[in-house]
């Protein structure tokens, strides 16, 4: 639904020599991906979001004379990593809140004919046992559409915009998701066209109140080395016009009394926010679409998914 300029890179095909791999990461904008092999075999590692960054990378298990690239990861950090998780998990010495509690991982080798689906929030790492050849795709659907949206809207702001334009016209009921998490999250989108009008006004006011405090300013630095002349001639005209009730007519106006040139107000500023940030009911976070649904606790990962009979 976006423009192949704007749109992120999102498929590849994969050509890799033995030993050489992936580092242990998560798909960008929160997007799921299926992995198919043509030829040779891939070992894979999967860890479930919930599993801590800083147990999956085993930065503290690198050794001097060793890094973090596929081969290493596999060969060495790896077991590392899962020898710590056992005793961990079977050692009666471990505190119950330790980060290798829940600790999970799974370990498979990909033939060819085979795909792969990673889902969206999954570490993983690949190695190539032997040449491989791959086709890999990343996508956004109805089932991780929330974390995608949430993603995008900060990480690719105008790609956004325009998603959100498209889905308002095809997927109504995705568009009106997305609005919901931004009401729910008070998130307001920089290019929507009505925020930028918002923004530009209230700049234009908040330049005027400058100009016109600047106004205020050069004002009384000129009142004040006039004083003294002041004082003066009112001192001559009071003797020469003691008690007349026109006097204040014919003598320049006081510090007090006079009063900067007006400056041109800005427009007036009756412009609403966008509907998604104030007015609309934000449905049911757990409802993700019609057919699948899944509870889940925002933030917290996911729980297993049945599908339907």
């Known amino acids: 639904m976006c423009s192949e300029s704007r749109r992120p890179p999102y498929r590849w095909f994969l050509v890799g020599p ?5 580092s242990v990461h998560i798909d960008p904008l929160a997007t799921s991906a299926w992995n198919t092999l ?31 690239e596929p081969i290493h990861y596999f060969m060495y950090i790896l077991p590392r990593i899962k020898r710590k998780a056992a005793a961990a998990c079977f050692g009666s010495a471990t505190p119950s809140n330790s980060d290798y ?18 889902p969206n929030g999954w570490w993983h790492a690949v190695l190539n046992l032997t040449h491989t050849v791959g086709i890999t795709q990343n996508f956004c659907s109805a ?16 790609l956004a915009w325009k998603w959100l334009c498209q889905l308002e016209q095809r997927y109504p009921h995705l ?87 007006p400056l041109s107000p800005p427009l007036a500023t009756n412009i609403r926010l966008p509907s998604y940030h104030s007015t609309i009911k934000a449905p049911e976070v757990t409802q993700l679409d019609r057919s699948w649904k899944r509870t889940r606790e925002m933030g917290t990962g996911s729980t297993p998914v049945t599908p339907p009979s």
């Open 38 to 68: 043509i030829h040779g075999q891939k070992r894979w590692v999967l860890f479930p979001p919930h599993v801590p960054k800083s147990i999956v990378k085993g930065k503290d298990l690198i050794r001097d004379d060793e890094d973090d």
């Open 101 to 118: 509690k829940d600790f999970a991982c799974y370990e498979f080798t990909q033939n060819p004919g085979e795909t792969v689906f990673v």
């Open 143 to 158: 089932r991780n559409f929330d974390e995608v949206w949430m993603k995008t809207r900060t990480g690719r702001k105008r």
């Open 175 to 261: 568009a009106k998701r997305a609005k919901a998490l931004n009401q729910r999250d008070k998130f307001i989108m920089k290019y929507d066209p009505v925020v930028m009008e918002y923004v530009r006004k209230a700049t234009k006011i908040n330049m005027y109140d400058k100009r016109r405090k600047n106004s205020l300013s050069s004002d009384d630095d000129d009142d004040d080395d006039d004083d003294e002349e002041e004082e003066e001639e009112e001192r001559k005209e009071g003797e020469e016009k003691d008690g007349d009730n026109s006097l204040g007519s014919h003598r320049r106006p006081s510090k007090c009394a006079r009063q900067p040139k």
């Open 18 to 22: 033995e030993r050489s791999g992936t």
